[in-house]
């Protein structure tokens, strides 16, 4: 029988390293952290190393099993670990998301729709490029880039010189403009029995790159579009043999599902799921990395939704007065941009859903609310 306390070794500290220890206490637990400093958000959930050598080898030696908070995390660190210690999601999984051109490569193979894409590396290159794929198109860096950071929106043939003096010198990746409706995210969770579970898919709201704000499930999703992303997914997981949460962000078209891009982690859309789901994202990917068996992922009530606190905590009082909302906190300073939590909200139709949003405006941009 899988013995069902493990020592978790988690290489990040940040709010998904908080929120993957808050899950996995009652589990019975126990985690470790490699992060930059005494004063990450995961510091009080564990014991949190620096990111010396002796410090990564220490928090190796401590771990049954580790995981990971970002797709930036380095493939070799993540191989080197696996010689003696699993890692999920594995290196596969990894060395796939952290490359935006790996990726789409990926979505190719496995015949998942994404937007006409080129790889680039001069200015020369891009002018090609933009004369294959035409504009609009962005211009993305193939690696690192979040929350809109890396990106360039080419309208105009007049913007070539611009966009390389601002994001080049480095590999780009231009993607045609793909014409969507709205966007969407699936979290799936695969454990190394090769079980599946999938939540619903979600309708995302970003302003200036930055996610927003989360419906739960998204409004008007037909079975067919739930069973195409499904569909989606279960090839990903399959071919990179993960082990562990994977997203996928989508844009919906008239012509079905487009592919974005994938995380190999618990997500930023998926944090509805800790109020929202019978099973959170980050208890499954606990019970995923552990050989655990998988949890319902079903919605508990009708609709749900996650509002981003970005940049300034805000009036966090109103919401502890409100019914059937629920305050995190990530314990991080204020920065214009940052993201210092999130509130969740669960309703039993969309009217009242809409009435809780219309008590939260501080928190949306301007008067943004869905």
């Not at 999938?198 to 790159?209: A, E, I, K, S, T």
């Not at 739930?226 to 279960?234: D, K, P, V």
């Amino acid at each position: 029988m899988t013995p069902i306390t493990h020592k978790i070794g988690v290489l990040g500290a940040g709010q998904l390293g908080r929120m993957l220890a808050i899950a996995g206490y009652p589990l019975g637990q126990k985690f470790a952290f490699l992060g930059a400093s005494q004063d990450e958000p995961s510091a009080l959930l564990g014991k949190l190393y620096t990111d010396e050598m002796a410090s990564l080898n220490e928090l190796v030696a401590f771990s049954d099993v580790m995981t990971y908070e970002s797709e930036n995390t380095s493939v070799e660190m993540v191989r080197e670990i696996a010689r003696s210690t699993p890692v999920y999601p594995g290196e596969k999984s990894l060395y796939h998301a952290q490359h935006r051109g790996r990726e789409k490569a990926l979505f190719d193979d496995l015949s998942i729709p994404c937007a006409p894409y080129r790889l680039v590396d001069s200015l020369e290159n891009l002018k090609l490029a933009v004369a294959e794929i035409g504009l609009p198109a962005v211009l993305k860096t193939t690696t690192e880039g979040y929350d809109g950071k890396g990106q360039f929106v080419l309208k105009e043939a007049s913007q070539i010189d611009q966009a390389w003096q601002k994001i080049g010198g480095r590999e780009l990746i231009l993607e045609g403009f793909i014409e969507f409706s709205r966007e969407l995210s699936i979290v799936a969770v695969r454990n190394a029995h090769n079980e599946h579970v999938y939540y619903p898919l979600v309708q995302n709201v970003h302003h200036d790159g930055i996610l927003r704000y989360t419906i739960a499930p998204a409004r008007q999703i037909s079975k067919a579009i739930q069973t195409q992303a499904e569909t989606y997914m279960q090839a990903l997981l399959d071919a990179l043999d993960h082990v562990g949460v994977l997203t996928l962000e989508l844009f919906e078209t008239r012509d079905g599902l487009v592919a974005n891009e994938m995380a190999p982690r618990v997500h930023n859309s998926g944090h509805w799921t800790i109020e929202g789901a019978l099973t959170s994202q980050f208890e499954n990917h606990i019970r995923a990395i552990t050989g655990l068996p998988l949890g319902d992922t079903s919605p508990r009530q009708p609709v749900a939704a996650m509002i981003n606190i970005i940049g300034e905590t805000g009036p966090v009082q109103e919401v502890l007065k409100m019914p059937n909302a629920f305050l995190h906190l990530y314990d991080k300073a204020e920065r214009a941009g940052r993201k210092l939590g999130h509130i969740n909200l669960v309703a039993d139709s969309e009217d009242a859903l809409y009435e809780q949003f219309k008590q939260l405006q501080a928190f949306l941009p301007n008067t943004d609310q869905p």
